[in-house]
Each structure stands twice: as structure tokens, then as C-alpha cells.
């Protein structure tokens, strides 16, 4: 279909009467100009809200024992309950498909006053005790030192790793913190590291930026606390399904501490899973307004395309019967009028979706060069996959477009374009 | 190489128009035959038929041999580019393209590959005393070289027969004699040709002329063009 003779042939009708050709195209042109820019656009939010959730694992829940609401077992209802350090063991024992298990204490701080000290500089923190796996939930990066490890876990060492507005606020950026030794709550502590959440957005019980992060052992001498903690997540293990997995748990811990089978207000649970699962469907949505915008702009430049070929084709009555009364068939005369159809929509997609993509490089490019910790936009491109997309959408419009003009094209017989009128 | 049946033909518009009232004429290959007739005698109607652009309602047309009737559009492109040449009124070349593309036109539709194509219709323009005006467009042309190039396009394919209409109703005297003449060159080498005029002077110059009124043959004259004055037949 598309050998040198036709293209030359279509070139010629195209060609013919630039400024038409120029002005219909623009219509195509701009639909998908429209289209790239508005996917790249909503993928620039995409990535922005992503970038702000990154750093988190998006496959953690977290258990919370609340108060009981049911009665059961002679225990009345409203009952306060803990949880222990042998509910991990058995977790880890009898559940299959958790790869991070981490229980947590936490301090939070009592009045507003300071709490936390380094010489006579002071602040107010939280407090967190911690095993070593928290950092494959709520990833850190080190900036000083090191993270809590097993010795001091197995040891209930006196150390702590500040977040770093700590160390800013109480030690100040000018020293060396490591092997200070700071007052949290009254108890002195070594710093054995300095550390900062490679998120601040999401966070539980307070930004580790602003925590002191003790070994969780030490916290529960610290504060006689046993071997009990306060909550725990967890993450699951690929192949496995969150909520099946907390409706495992919990039935673990309903067996372990005499809750009835039916508690739901026994625990707070909940998972980054439906938070990232809600900001999926919103994207959904987004996507798939922008599509149903840039297809009926598209639409536009396609029924301007169909149009404008409509005329022409009654403009070329005398032509096309020439050529019929010479001998093409009429496969003939469909083949040139869709290929003219397509070239001319083909030629004006892909213009707009190169300047489309191109402008969009260089935005990216400028939201790149400018990084700002708030910033909700962020490589606004589109994939491959879209591009390949849109590319089989402009064919598309383009054989659309001619269905109509090569209709009534063929319509037209070779005695109507002789006839002396 | 033409014969004709009882051709009928009715154009249904609000009032139904008997055209062709059972045409029979035979045409043997090599003639150079004229159909004469008023306006409305159903001449051009009865080139449309034999030009298969056109149907009829009864009878039989045989061209070549082959029955022509019922074709489908594909069939009658076939056999329109194969076995016939056209020849208009108002040369009907396609503006935008050069003499030399439209000459090699029809040889595109039969498939035929650049080069040759134009080697082909290069021959053809030279045979016509065309060959430095072969890059001109239509509108660089006179009426006498664009009516030379539409002959150049009708026998490019080397058809059967040559259907010319009013070949020379849109050019002056002397053009026309040259035009005739060399019209009258083709059919010398055995191409069959049928001219449609009312001209008489036109009609003159071939053998058979065929006077058509109101949809029949009144009558077949036979006439010898040799014996007639060119310069005086056509005024």
C-alpha cells in the first residue's frame, strides 16, 4: 500500500493545497498535543505523591491493642490488655508469610518540657524502643554512626540513635555526637548513631527525626516494663495477602489473651495498603479523565480532519472520475483517499506528540533541577507504553477519520465526473 | 470487435426517459466509425454504454468478444483500462499532474512500475511531437497539445478500441484538422475507433457514419474520407 508510487501520488493531493492541509492536521496535531501533555502532567502528580510515600514499606500493618469491648472468659468487658514479647514468638512460630515482625515501645513526651539533654541544651522528644528490623519497615538513612544492632537488643546496652532533629536541636551540628552521652527522661544514654527518615510525611507515633531510638530491651528495663511492648508491625511476605494475614494475627492474639473470637474494638489495626490503594483508585480516576479530555479533543481534530476531506472530495468529482474511466477500481480510490487520510493525521500526530514530549523533557528537566522536599510534581513524562498507546490511537483516527470521505469517494462513478456541466 | 443487441436504456428520474430504443450496430475491427445525432438523439448515452460507464437495461453488447453486461465496478474498471481509450470533449487530464503523468496514468492502475511506466509514455508523448513538453501541467498546454496528450493517454494501454467524444468540440479549425488527422494516423495502424460529433464535416472524415434520432438508427451511411478536402470539411 505504501510503496514510493503511492506516497507520491497522496503527497501530490496533500501537498496540493498546503495551507488546508496545514490548518486540518492542526486539529489532530493539537488533540494529541493535548493528550501528552495532560498524561505527563498527571503522571508528574503520580510520581510527586509517590516520591512522598517512598521510603516506607507499602506492604506494613500495624497492631494496636486497645481496650476490650466484649465480655467473655469472666473477664468484664473494657478490659486493658498488653502484649508480649512470647506473642512474637508465637506469631513467628504458627504464621506463615510475615517477613518483618517489630515490636515497639514507645514514650511519648508527658507536658511540653524538655526531656531530652545535652549539657544544659535541651528538647522535647518522644521516646522509641525498637528491634534492629524497624529500619526494613521505616527506612532510615544513617547519617552518623550506626543503627541499633542484635548486641545491643541481647544486652539491653544504654545506647541510643538520635533522629536528627534531636542531634541538631540538643547537640548541634558542630560536634561529633558520637559516644556523647545524652539524658532521655532522666537516664543517660551513649549516642551510637545519628539518623534521619528517608520520609517525614508518613511516620508512626512521630517522625524518627524527632525520636530518641532506644534498643527495645533497654526501654523495658528503663521504664519496668518486663517483657511487654506496645505495638507491633509487620510486613508480608510476597504472595501473601495483607488482610488475611492480620485476620490471622489477631486470632492468634484473641487465643493468647482470653479476648472473644468476635473483638473487633480489641485492636487498632490498619495497613499502608489501603492508604496506597485509595491514592491508586484517585489516579485511576485522574487517568482516566484525562484520557476521555484528550480523546475528545483528538475527536475534534479527527471529525476536521473528515470534514475537510469530505470537501475535497467533492471538490475532485471530476478527477476521481477521470481516474475511474481510466481504471481504478475502487479499492483503488478507497486505498489512496484513507492513505491520504492517514498520512495527513499520521504526519500531524506524530509532530504533536514529539513537541508534546519534548516540552514535557524540558519540564522535567527544570521540576528536576529545582529539589524541594515538598515538591508534588516530579518527572512529568509519559512511559512507552503510552506513547505506543497514542501512537496506535493517531492510526486509528487517521483510518476514522477517511472512513466517511472514501465512502462517498467511491460513490462517485466515472460518467458523473464526464458529464459536461 | 463491437456488436451491439437490441440495446435499450431508461433513465428513471421523475418522468421515466426511454433513451436507446433497441440499438443494433456492428462495429469490425479497424473500422473508424462516427455517430451523428442531435442533442438528445441518446449518442452520448449510447458512448457511455459502449465506454462500460454506463448500463443497460436489454439486449447484448460484446466487446472484444466478451459480453459486457451486469459488470461489476471492479470488472468494468478492468475492462475499461485493458480494451478501451478515452477520448474527451474537454481532454480531462488531471491538473496537477504533469503531461507525462497523466499519460502513464492508466498504466499506474494496470500496475505497471515507474519506469517503465514513464519510458512507455515518453514514447507516446514523442510520437505526438510532445516530448519537450512532457514536464508541463495541463494549464502550460494549448488545446491541441493537451487533446494530443489525452490521445497519448488512450493509447498508452494499447486498447482495443478508441472512444472519442466530441474530440474536437473544444478546439479551433486548424487544430482540429491536425487533431483528425491524427486521429485518423491510429485507426490507420488497426485500432477501432468510434468517434461521437455532430459535426459533419468531422463525421466526414470516417468511413462509417452512424445517424441516431430519438434513440434509434435512422442510418448507416458508408463515406470515403479520402475523397473528401480536409481544409474544406472542417471549418
Redesign the interface.
Known amino acids: 500500500m505504501f510503496d514510493l508510487d503511492n506516497i507520491n501520488e497522496i503527497w501530490q493531493t496533500i501537498a496540493r493545497n498546503k495551507t488546508r492541509s496545514i490548518l486540518t492536521a492542526f486539529g489532530v496535531f493539537w488533540g494529541i498535543f493535548i493528550l501528552v501533555i495532560l498524561l505527563a502532567c498527571g503522571n508528574g502528580f503520580n510520581n510527586g505523591l509517590q516520591s512522598q510515600i517512598e521510603g516506607f514499606a507499602t506492604n506494613s500493618s500495624f497492631m494496636i491493642p486497645t481496650n476490650t469491648t466484649v465480655a467473655y472468659k469472666g473477664y468484664q468487658k473494657d478490659r486493658e490488655w498488653q502484649l508480649d514479647m512470647s506473642d512474637m514468638e508465637a506469631i513467628k512460630k504458627k504464621i506463615k508469610g510475615i517477613d518483618d515482625l517489630s515490636p515497639i515501645s514507645s514514650r511519648w513526651t508527658y507536658n511540653g518540657e524538655n526531656n531530652v539533654f545535652y549539657g544544659i541544651k535541651g528538647g522535647n522528644f518522644s521516646m522509641k524502643g525498637v528491634l534492629p528490623n524497624y529500619n526494613e519497615i521505616d527506612r532510615c538513612k544513617v547519617l552518623y554512626g550506626r543503627f541499633i544492632n542484635e548486641a545491643d537488643i541481647a544486652d539491653a546496652r544504654k545506647v541510643c540513635v538520635l533522629g536528627k532533629k534531636v542531634y541538631e536541636d540538643v547537640i548541634g551540628t558542630d560536634k561529633n555526637p558520637l559516644g556523647l552521652m545524652i539524658k532521655a527522661n532522666g537516664i543517660y544514654y551513649q549516642v551510637v548513631g545519628v539518623i534521619e527518615a528517608y520520609n517525614s510525611k508518613v511516620s508512626i507515633m512521630g517522625s524518627v527525626n524527632e525520636t530518641v531510638v532506644l534498643p527495645l530491651t533497654t526501654m523495658q528495663v528503663a521504664y519496668h516494663t518486663g517483657n511487654k511492648f506496645d505495638f507491633f508491625m509487620f510486613t508480608t511476605a510476597s504472595g501473601y495477602n495483607t488482610k488475611g494475614l492480620q485476620a490471622e494475627v489477631k486470632t492468634l492474639l484473641r487465643e493468647r489473651h482470653d479476648i472473644a473470637p468476635e473483638d473487633e474494638g480489641a485492636f487498632m489495626c490498619f495497613d499502608l495498603e489501603d492508604v496506597f490503594t485509595m491514592f491508586d483508585y484517585l489516579f485511576l480516576g485522574i487517568k482516566i479523565l484525562i484520557w476521555i479530555v484528550g480523546i475528545g479533543t483528538l475527536l475534534s481534530g479527527v471529525v476536521g480532519v473528515s470534514n475537510i476531506m469530505l470537501v475535497t472530495i467533492k471538490e475532485r468529482t471530476r478527477e476521481i472520475g477521470v481516474r475511474r474511466a481510466l481504471g481504478a477500481k475502487p479499492s483503488v480510490i478507497i486505498r489512496q483517499v484513507m492513505a491520504e487520510s492517514l498520512l495527513l493525521t499520521i504526519l500531524a500526530g506524530v509532530v504533536g506528540l514529539v513537541i508534546g514530549v519534548a516540552i514535557m523533557a524540558v519540564v522535567s528537566g527544570i521540576v528536576g533541577n529545582t529539589p524541594s522536599e515538598d515538591m508534588m510534581f516530579l518527572d512529568p513524562q509519559i512511559g512507552f507504553g503510552a506513547a505506543i498507546v497514542a501512537t496506535i490511537i493517531i492510526v486509528l483516527s487517521g483510518l476514522l477519520a477517511g472512513v466517511l470521505p472514501a465512502t462517498r469517494a467511491i460513490q462517485i462513478k466515472a460518467i458523473d465526473a464526464i458529464r459536461e456541466e | 470487435m463491437i456488436k451491439l443487441n437490441n440495446i435499450n436504456k431508461t433513465y428513471f428520474g421523475a418522468q421515466p426517459l426511454h433513451v436507446l430504443k433497441g440499438i443494433n450496430l456492428d462495429v469490425a475491427e479497424g473500422e473508424l466509425v462516427s455517430i451523428m445525432g442531435a442533442s438528445g438523439s441518446g449518442k452520448s448515452t449510447l458512448l ?1 454504454i459502449l ?1 462500460i ?2 448500463n443497460y437495461d436489454e439486449g447484448e453488447y460484446y466487446l472484444a468478444g466478451k459480453l459486457v453486461k451486469n459488470l461489476s ?2 470488472q468494468a ?2 475492462f ?3 480494451l478501451i481509450g ?1 477520448i ?3 481532454f ?1 487530464l ?4 504533469t503531461a507525462l503523468e497523466n499519460v502513464a ?2 498504466l ?3 500496475g505497471v512500475n ?1 519506469k517503465k511506466r514513464n519510458m512507455m509514455a515518453m514514447e507516446y508523448l514523442e510520437r505526438f511531437g510532445l516530448k519537450d513538453w512532457a514536464d508541463h501541467y495541463p494549464n502550460e498546454l494549448s488545446g491541441g497539445q493537451k487533446q494530443r496528450v489525452s490521445i497519448a ?1 488512450a493509447l498508452v ?1 494499447s486498447p482495443k478500441i478508441i472512444l472519442a ?1 466530441e474530440p474536437t468540440g473544444a478546439l479551433d479549425s486548424k487544430t482540429s484538422a491536425e487533431v483528425m488527422q491524427i486521429l485518423r494516423e491510429v485507426n490507420a495502424t488497426g485500432i477501432t475507433m468510434v468517434i461521437v460529433t455532430h459535426e459533419r464535416g468531422i463525421a466526414n472524415l470516417t468511413r462509417k457514419i452512424v445517424h441516431l434520432k430519438d434513440g434509434i438508427i435512422e442510418s448507416i451511411e458508408e463515406n470515403d474520407p479520402d475523397k473528401m478536402d480536409f481544409t474544406k470539411e472542417i471549418k
Open positions: 457511455n465506454g460507464l454506463d465496478e471492479n474498471a478492468e475499461r483500462n485493458k478515452f474527451f470533449q474537454s480531462n488531471i491538473p496537477f499532474k496514468l492508466p499506474f492502475y494496470q515507474r493517454r494501454t467524444d
